[in-house]
């Protein structure tokens, strides 16, 4: 079977660079994997893409080396076990706040007897290659969403499940849910203090801790805050920034070193 | 019947910064939409866009002011009428290399008696009003490219059709034409010299200019030339731009200006 | 934040006149918008419409003034959520039977901490305006179906819970509920019964009602019992009955008031 | 193979009135084929409709007994073989303004040694049957549109072109051709003297006529002055038309007889 | 209402032989319908098939006789009923492990008072006809998935659940639950005892029995076993094994009879 | 630049064997572009595939070393260039019966000074390299189609087009051009003698000829006579061949061996 470079990558003590693709096209989840991420994500929560998308883009995305994951739309096990099929080579899952929603969630990732996966990886077999079935319960990821106040409550509940594989930190709605605004990048002392509690309690059991950032220099300092899946922006983000600053560029007459 | 708005920047002597898709999706031409770019063009050229994409694309950047234009896959009637029967307020048409080319391309622009375009603007005329079929013809932009050698060569015989709105410039066509490498921002002398000769005949016939640029600082050398439609890389590129700025970025332990 | 103009005509007391989508299709959706309806409701529930149908669709209404709505496909907060950060203006959930179910769906519709929507409003921000989390909680709607006798036996505890926008009834699946036979505009004693009751106590609560119909007929009684989100048949119908009267028209010799 | 419906009700002196079908969707498309249309035509000149979605709109109509027609975007041999290879029943070409422009469209309808259409009829097969390739010739149509001053004047030598099954007048743009204003159901005199020579020159040469109309009672006079391929709006007009009157009607507090 | 020729041949004591799409395409779908199968089966849960595939696949399916059916990806209400809403004249539904849960996935599939379906047939009316909703119940089949040792322990109170038609076994899902390997055709004799068992419990409930097969010779087997709906392989095995045989034939440099 | 291996696999004087792909849908391109073929051909011409289909096809083939080939339409340089701007790494082009028309094809596969194609290849440098435009001229295969008695007649000065890379035979069109019935695998004398002839003037002029079979047995007939790129229906004839022995191996109660 095919190897998962993150597990890979975490094993040598790396840092995961993860790209986000937030809309349905499979020309820029090619772009996209082109880079040099170690991975990408196709969001089918908050993104605006559908299974249907999400079949192409990871076909375009399998073109390459990146790693293809997908972020399921909510913890039910109809599109984590689609998804898989698909040949997303691991799950990230929003909003897991205990011990019985991430078993859940996990169980969906898994053939039995450590799952309820249902047997049929339709694409994942042609991508990952004929021996699937034997090797995907330790090969696909199962990535959590710790995301709101209850969940860092549960913490150690949550990172202790058995065959979690690492969490991954939604800062806008741990933020909004532990009474500040929504945003990336947060500052607010006790969004801040919860990031860093989370990043302790995933080294303790060593389960890899991830976040979606809004810059270099804040993925940085959550690189040095021990975070090893770090995700920045999206594709539609880039496209906005690096637009916005080159139409203010042009439009003020000067070249800008934040613009192309 | 609504007004095109590049036709009213034109007529102030202001220039037209022109945003570009390359990709299908009526998300990201959404997002390319809300940003400040004065029009935003469909390429069904190059770009990896179908006429069933140009639909929602249209309908996606129409929810703006940002003008909606596409460019044509090749100088024939049929994609022409059908672009602008969806809705395109102007049509950027690619290898035009003589006046009979550009007759033919003027004339699938335009309603009898000023050409052959054929009565049905379904979509046209829920955008722009009842009244389109009326002021359709002098309204909606024909724009013809010039981008070989020939097309230079018989450029006034090309800028004088009659109802031809402006000219864009493909720079990696015209500099392989011209025997040089093709790519964005040309600095080849017999190149460049093209690029100035188009400027001074475009100004000499009262035919506004245009140009596809790789960068704000060739933008507003084009626009100190009196170009004045300038088109900057895509939301390809963009993404490509910001990515690969954004992961050296990170992967260097540094944030750096031209990332986010 | 981008107003709601359903919100408005309530509260000026007048009725909402609701355009109804069955199919996939971003041209028919645009055509529907710019009819003259206050809002257009997309059915992903028994509609043959998807999310990524939803997606175009929701764009090419927002071309316009007429409030886009959907309704999910069964009360479960996966669809809810991605419509709402489609852009969505409101949510039509079928099947409220009870207090529960109710809060369960508001719930889906709301930020914390008044509900457990995850944030992340890609396409509403862009729709809605900048601040569109900061208002989302009092702008869009939860609108829950009453359509079945259980409903109707549970309707003070419904229509009390905290968040409730309006309740919409589905009269096929009330009047089978209630032991007759399915269709628009039910005459039977008990449907017209249940009917009445509804908009009684609506009106006591002070919860908009509304109802879908299958005649202005129809309609206008509704409106006169008090309901003030009134729908009238779908697209597809508009075509099946105006096209089938012009057939049957033509075929026999005469024009006929009920046809173009 | 299956047989052609409108060759058998011509055979009968009948009249064809035909649905039209202006925007892409399998679902709209088996809304109109399942009315009592003898044909429906797909659009893909004006139409927003591309081959993609002609394909699923043609298997949608292939459920009923209505005969699937499309027509072409430009007389152009591409896409007329594409849609006969895709189960079009027949084709309409607009603009055929002379003989040899009516020779090269029928020519792309024909199999050798009629014509030039190339071998492959991979749906069409399945459609009408395994002996498809021996009858096509015969039982596909290839209808001209005639809608232009030119092709007036050109009508008998387009008419006795080999091969020609039928034409079909545009009104909009034959009445924009001879000066007057676009629109259906025109009553401008010289526009009408065309319609009505149009009709007699096609019965001297035995040759079906049809017209696109707006309304049931134009449809009937058209029938009267010999037309016996009649076009009324289509399904969006459809949609408009029903949707606008009962919008009025409420508004207006009362029914009205043409609305539902 | 429309007959459901499964019904008819069960009664009659034969086996239906079902075909299986397990990828989107109108195209794939048609052709497989028009070959002998009594039914084809859509599978959207292994299947890299979505919703909005399913509905153009009906379509293309209901072109001819065979039998729409369709795998919902899970026992979920939502797309059982928006499957059958789409002219699904039976589902399949995987992993059903209790009485419980055959119970919800049965009530999805019927009105009330046998179920919890909603009503608004809106494709299914037009395939089945106007009384739909009268015989629905009676006419569309639900198949539970019998797949894993569970299900084997809880047989009997599954089969003896009021409304359910037919079960269907998961060869590959039961081999794993019994703790032997995944594959089509399994000959392990615990897996081998249950099959057994499965047919005669269904045979004492009269229940007709399906599985899914790998070959004609195991699926004859079967079919003396006593199941009577049998399902070969799939669309996409079908042009492996072909592919596979043909070119090993051609460059061995020999035909052979497994090869075209 | 990625090397065209079809390139390599002539020069050593060997036979590529090519897979065809008449369906739309990335799916089926993947799993055929997996099986052993040495290329796959896209066909726009007679299969049901559109451009926007083509892109998503071209990219799940582009996961493999299979070369991804297309047919286009007809000999238009619109989509030839398209398809090769998307991706192709050749096009197979229908129907060139003359030395003029294989210049026209040829020109729009090649930059100049070899043709007019125009710059800006936007996936094929991403599937090909960055020094794409570099080498494409001699990478990327033109292939014309030899299916008229016409093009029989003036195979030498076809032949001899600069930059032609190869021909294909297309026995139906070339056996109805002939007199003869349509069909894979003719064996009429004339036809034969046509196959034989353009093998032998290939060979003559160095130009690698291929030819569409419909048997393994017939294309090493063909290969016996020199074809060295030779086709194998397609994959819908794969599920039919497939599945058509299946069923009635089935029905007559016994396994066969062209059965699975």
Redesign the interface.
Known sequence: MRENNIKKIWAEGGTV?N?WL???????A???A????DSVTIDL????V????A??ML??I??TDTVPLARC??N????V??LL??GAYGIIC??INSREECEQFIGACR??PDG?R??????AG??AGPDY?THANTTVLAIAMI??SQAVDKLDEILTTPGLDGIFV?P??LS??LGT??GFDPEFPKVMAAIEHIAERCQHHGIPAGIHT????Y??RMQKLGYQF?T??S??????????N??????A????????
Chains 1, 2, 3, 4, 5, 6 share one sequence.
């Open positions: 660079f790209g937030a809309s349905p096209g499979s020309v820029t090619e772009v996209m082109r880079q040099d991420w929560q908050h993104g605006l559908d299974y249907s998308d079949v192409t076909q375009a399998s073109q739309p909510w039910e096990p109809v599109m076990q689609k099929d698909a929003p909003m053939y039995f309820y249902s047997v049929g990886p339709i694409r042609m991508y079935i995301e709101t939604g806008s709605d909004v849910s605004a929504a809004g810059s270099v220099e993925a940085l770090i920045l922006l594709e539609l983000r880039m496209i906005q920034w690096a637009s916005g080159a139409i203010k560029a042009f439009r007459g000067a070249p800008s070193p934040d613009a192309p």
